[in-house]
């Protein structure tokens, strides 16, 4: 684990999982860390060098002042960090949902960045997209979320209870839990907090989806095709952002949600490698 401090004094970290062949960086969505991968990078250990990069608040990262500066612009530099601390470039990357889209943007402020991309659900918006007024159900969602838990496996149970962690592979939700908790007198507190995940929901980036078609690196953008309520969103930009891409080809992926990294670690990671390997 390697803690790779920006110029704020905030740190992002790399975990190094280890594997043969030319380096993989997997980046996670809004909330999660690198652990929402445990079950894709078995898979991939045999043809790749696998390493996972917890975004500042999220995972084995510790806030240092609060509240927290979620500008995308650390996250892109966190990304940049991540590459050189791996020591090779251009590599391939793996990205869901805000983990994604942080992978394009790094690659438009810094092209060659990247070999291949696979992207699953990356959450984009045009710049003519129009936010409505107030705050998005999962703002007030993530403002509510209980942060305490007598233990892992509290929270792990707990989790499992509903929709959209309970559509997922249990080996996935309990090393999401694990690498995003910390011990307390009383039991375990998530180091995400809830106000980091809403202020990230409520202060996304339009981009000016043009420019994405300055990206020469190949790229998929995968779609998950049981779309759930209230969250359509991400599936619904990803045929837009894979058309706007000059390289860019939509994968669509029956039965799977946009928490499908975790629901499926066999069939991502078969997409994955069918993509970085041709």
């Known amino acids: 684990m390697l803690r790779l401090k920006g110029q704020d004094g905030e740190h992002c970290v790399l975990h190094n999982f280890g594997g043969g062949g030319p380096p993989l960086l997997l980046t996670h969505g809004n909330g999660l860390n690198s652990g929402m991968w445990a079950t894709v990078i ?21 806030v240092q002042k609060s509240p927290l500066d ?4 650390h996250l892109v530099q966190e990304i940049v960090a991540a590459v050189a601390a791996i020591g090779e470039k251009p590599i391939d990357a793996v990205g869901h949902s805000l983990g994604g889209a942080t992978l394009v943007r790094a690659e438009l402020e810094n092209p060659g960045l990247f070999r291949r991309l696979w992207l699953f659900e990356p959450v984009m918006v045009p710049n003519t997209h129009m936010r409505p007024d107030g705050d998005h159900p999962l703002v007030l ?33 309990r090393a999401y839990a694990e690498l995003g908790s910390l011990p307390t007198d009383t039991g375990i507190q998530l180091s995400c907090a809830g106000e980091t995940e809403a202020q990230i929901f409520s202060t996304g980036t339009p981009t000016d989806f043009e420019s994405l078609r300055t990206i020469t690196a190949p790229t998929v953008v995968a779609r998950g095709e049981a779309v759930a309520p209230g969250n359509e969103l991400p599936p619904a930009m990803a045929q837009p952002i894979a058309e706007s891409l000059a390289y860019g080809e939509l994968l669509p992926m029956p039965g799977l949600t ?12 078969q997409a994955v490698l069918s993509h970085m390997l041709s």
Request: hydrophobic residues 25%; contains cysteine.
């Open 141 to 173: 969602a993530a403002r509510r979320r209980r942060t305490d838990f007598s233990s892992v496996e509290e929270f792990v149970e707990r989790l499992q209870r509903k929709p959209p962690f309970s559509e997922c592979e249990t080996a996935a939700v």
């Open 42 to 62: 078995p898979h991939l250990q045999n043809h790749r060098h696998c390493y996972g990069l917890d975004f500042r608040g999220h995972g084995a990262s510790r």
């Open 70 to 73: 979620v500008d995308r612009t």
């Open 258 to 269: 946009h928490f499908g990294p975790m629901e499926n670690g066999r069939s991502v990671s």
